[in-house]
Antibody, heavy 122, light 110 residues
Framework: QVQLVESGGGVVQPGRSLRLSCAAS????????MYWVRQAPGKGLEWVAV????????DYGDSVKGRFTISRDNAKNTLYLQMTSLRTEDTAIYYC???????????????WGQGTQVTVSS | FMLTQPHSVSESPGKTVTLSCTRS????????VHWYQQRPGSAPTLLIS?????PSGVPDRFSASIDTSSNSASLTISDLETEDEADYFC??????????FGGGTKLTVL
């Protein structure tokens, strides 16, 4: 079955960097666009970034644009999120999510990983 | 644009509840609306895709629709069960393919 396992979360000071990883299995990773979506404590969902199946196209939410970079290694079936200049408001659970369908970016999220907690605090 | 959902809704087991999701600007039917369920302590799961389609494994007690007159989407859950107690989020996107989530509705079944 499809599995998405995030790692790399933790506690980091404001202004520092962190890289999240997502190991994918159970499907042909290189055929699917992928996303990061986050959820601050007790809050709703916020789309962070998307990357096309081939890594050519990327896009970001306004709150992270210029600070976060999404990337993927199709040979390793792994998705990444490089986060720099972290702020306290970046504190959230970060979910790795697959595009529902193969090929084109459909902006429909299915399935979701279990998430990794990122806490930005001094 | 924003997607506005009621903060919380309560209903009894066996009853039917409808959750709304109102788009603030732009036509609700201009882009697909998707719905997600998030049970306490768990990651979200896709409940409804492309306005009204149930992925395999989702019970037919869950249905959704679009109402252009109110510029809103609705999720209806019939024959409520205690396991339906969860947060429900609607989601769509704009012309630049930027994703927007509703704030979520906390459904209490008691």
């Amino acid at each position: 079955q499809v599995q998405l396992v995030e790692s790399g979360g933790g506690v980091v000071q404001p202004g520092r960097s962190l890289r999240l990883s997502c190991a994918a299995s159970g499907f042909i990773f290189e055929n699917y666009a992928m996303y990061w979506v986050r959820q601050a404590p007790g809050k709703g969902l916020e789309w962070v970034a998307v990357i096309s199946y081939d890594g050519v196209t990327e896009d970001y939410g306004d709150s992270v644009k210029g600070r976060f970079t999404i990337s993927r290694d199709n040979a390793k079936n792994t998705l990444y999120l490089q986060m720099t200049s972290l702020r306290t408001e970046d504190t959230a659970i970060y979910y790795c999510v697959r595009n529902r369908i193969r090929g084109m970016i459909s902006l429909c999220f299915d399935p979701w990983g279990q998430g990794t907690q990122v806490t930005v605090s001094s | 644009f924003m997607l506005t959902q009621p903060h919380s809704v309560s209903e009894s087991p066996g009853k039917t509840v409808t959750l709304s999701c109102t788009r603030s600007s732009g036509a609700i039917d201009s882009k697909f609306v998707h719905w997600y369920q998030q049970r306490p302590g768990s990651a979200p799961t896709l409940l409804i895709s492309e306005d009204k389609h149930r992925p395999s494994g989702v019970p037919d007690r869950f249905s959704a629709s679009i109402d252009t007159s109110s510029n809103s989407a609705s999720l209806t859950i019939s024959d409520l069960e205690t396991e339906d107690e969860a947060d429900y989020f609607c989601q769509s996107y704009d012309g630049k393919d930027h994703v927007v989530f509703g704030g979520g509705t906390k459904l209490t079944v008691l």
